[in-house]
């Protein structure tokens, strides 16, 4: 995570390697210098270019079982060319549709909410005088972040059992208790809800630490000017984090659409399918429980390069109108 | 500061009511999970629970305590964390100190093969499938080496090599030390800082983490804790498969969930109040240099 601006932070994106060293004449003896200097390093580098290459390079290479057919124990590559079949396939299942548009159901209200959220509360927290406070505060929402989304998801089961809190304070209005995780209107605020509890206090810290490197004569040159306390957070504050709030706002499209696979796992059910199915959700059962390994993974395929070009549209697009982008 | 205006001392009336419902929002569930956990199961049912237990009893501690199978998947997650963030710790702090060198030819490329990967990713299935074929299925390995390498944890650890002085590598060159002998007897000792916060960043994500267990693991002696609370709030089991009679467990079905969130959550809330800082300064670290 980190702002382009100063060029000893390296670029994100680049070609692997051999495509690297800008080629002068020399390169080549360059490459054998380096390799007879620096091998003890390099050999360093061995095991760790292996996971890559293994664990995260050949499962994208994996993919191309989305246009061929795979079978159980046959090649990972799959065994013959189908072109687009498992393409057309999810086009054109019903299914497919309703879990992408949860997706964007689900992945847009999480943005819209546990995006400012945290910016809000640390406004807030920046306005405490008392140290000892502002820190018990931030301690306190730092907590569920820390906690497997097992627990969180079983917590947030608990808290909204038809005995539970949540419709024991129903009850005091007249309300009858709700079923909340078998009713699929339900399952949207429940997400967002319980993803807002467990991230929004985690997220204020690069805020926090934004807001102290604001220089505190902006503040003194506001009040000279006349800028009340609102004014001043306007003009002053906001303006000073918002390299910060860019940052975050691309890293959050880019996962716009992996919405919190695992808590979605837990916290649905076949009752609530119609509103909580999303598109990983949907590639897990198909792929893993139903051994539709080819048609899954056009899916996944599909999910994964649609993030891609977010998050590449999304930087593009900040480099341009503000100048802060993360490569 | 010059006395503050009415409006403002308003606002700070405000802010700390907010504040403090913030800090209740947060702190409830707990409290509230901790005394269902100690409750009876009557008075869970009948939704009189709310920060103190109501009638009293430990017999759903008794029930987990007394199941053969919730202590072996504990003694899993133990093994598990171990071996997964011993694995992670070689790698990364291998990768991240060749990454340090500026001077390395082909460092960019190295970087951007690291990089490359928090933004695109092969995905569930292919995944699912190379784990599958290179039989590790069933096996910590499963575990551990699809997740060895958390790259936001290597540029965290890749920037606090950087700002080591390179005088004393250089030094210890000329003495004689070779690369190998510079990481060990220079650079670790060094680096204790770092290297103790990057364990507790593994080993808490690895304490944490259940679906790699859940996707690779077939029999549930192999499970990790987080997967046997799964399952209990699936209601895939009821738990205490081995001391409790079915008529106990009619009795604690409501209260078995609790006890189960509590003593799965315990470890990393009595590390919590000694670890937290070091997250927040790891998590600042990585932002401000990565």
């Excluded at chain 1, 549709?97 to 640390?122: D, E, H, M, S, Y």
């Excluded at chain 1, 909204?160 to 009858?176: I, K, Q, R």
């Amino acid at each position: 995570m980190s702002t382009t601006t100063k060029s000893a932070s390296p670029p994100g994106l680049q070609k692997p390697p051999g495509a690297d060293p800008p080629p002068p004449p020399t390169s080549r003896t360059g490459w054998r210098r380096a390799l007879r200097r620096d091998w003890q390093l390099y050999s360093l580098a061995v095991l760790p270019l292996l996971f890559f290459l293994v664990f995260r390079y050949l499962p994208m290479i994996g993919n191309v079982i989305a246009f061929r057919r795979f079978e159980p124990g046959g090649s990972i590559f799959g065994e013959q060319w189908v072109g687009l079949r498992y393409v057309e396939m999810f086009l054109s299942d019903p299914t497919f549709w309703q879990v992408f548009r949860n997706t964007l159901w689900l992945g847009g209200l999480t943005l819209v909410f546990c995006f400012p959220i945290p910016i809000v509360l640390a406004l807030l927290l920046n306005e405490v005088r008392r140290r000892s406070l502002k820190r018990f505060v931030q301690s306190v929402s730092y907590l569920p972040h820390f906690l497997s989304i097992v627990i969180v998801a079983g917590i947030t089961m608990q808290m909204l059992a038809t005995e539970g809190p949540v419709n024991l304070v129903l009850g005091w209005f007249g309300h009858d208790p709700i079923r909340f995780i078998q009713e699929p209107e339900w399952f949207r605020t429940i997400y967002v809800g319980s993803e807002i509890w467990q991230t929004a206090g985690w997220g204020t810290i690069l805020y926090l630490a934004a807001l102290t490197t604001i220089d505190e004569d902006l503040y003194e040159a506001a009040r000279i000017d006349g800028a009340n306390r609102w004014q001043q957070t306007w003009h002053v504050t906001l303006p000073g984090i918002r390299p910060t709030m860019i940052t975050l706002l691309i890293l959050n499209v880019g996962t716009f659409l992996a919405v919190g696979f695992e808590k979605v796992l837990l916290l649905y059910n076949p009752l609530t399918y119609q509103t909580s199915d999303v598109i990983s959700t949907y590639v897990y059962r198909t792929g893993v429980e139903s051994n539709s390994f080819s048609y899954a993974a056009a899916i996944g395929l599909f999910e994964a390069v649609i993030g891609l070009v977010l998050i590449t549209s999304a930087n593009t697009l900040s480099r341009r109108t503000v100048g802060t982008s993360l490569w | 500061m010059v006395k503050p205006s009415p409006s403002y001392r308003v606002f700070q009336g405000v802010n700390g009511v907010i504040l403090t419902l913030v800090v209740i929002v947060t702190l409830y569930p707990f409290v509230n999970i901790v005394a269902r956990s100690f409750s009876g199961e009557r008075q869970i049912r009948a939704g009189e629970v709310t920060l103190w237990p109501k009638g009293f009893n430990l017999t759903t501690y008794k029930i987990v305590f007394q199941d053969a199978m919730f202590w072996r998947n504990y003694g899993n997650t133990v093994l598990y964390t171990v071996v997964s963030t011993a694995v992670a710790m070689l790698l990364t702090t291998c990768y991240a100190y060749v990454l340090s060198k500026r001077h390395l030819k082909g460092r960019t490329a190295l970087i951007g093969i690291a990089v490359f990967t928090m933004f695109f990713t092969g995905g569930l299935i292919p995944n699912y499938v190379l784990i599958t074929t290179f039989g590790l299925k069933n096996s910590v390995w499963a575990i551990a080496l699809p997740n060895a390498i958390s790259v936001f944890n290597l540029l965290v650890m890749k920037a606090f090599f950087e700002s080591l002085p390179t005088e004393l590598e250089e030094a210890a060159q000329i003495d004689g030390l070779s690369t190998y002998g510079i990481l060990l007897r220079i650079v670790l000792p060094l680096s204790k800082a770092v290297v103790a916060t990057m364990v507790l960043f593994y080993t808490v994500s690895y304490w944490n983490s259940w679906f790699s267990a859940f996707l690779y693991m077939d029999r549930t002696d192999l499970m990790p804790v987080t997967v046997y609370l799964r399952n209990i709030i699936a209601g895939a089991t009821t738990g205490g498969n081995a001391g409790a009679t079915d008529a106990q467990l009619s009795q604690v079905g409501a209260s078995i969930q609790a006890v189960t969130i509590v003593l799965t959550a315990l470890p990393i809330l009595c590390v919590y109040p000694f670890v937290q800082r070091y997250f927040v300064s790891g998590v600042m670290l990585g932002a401000v240099k990565g």
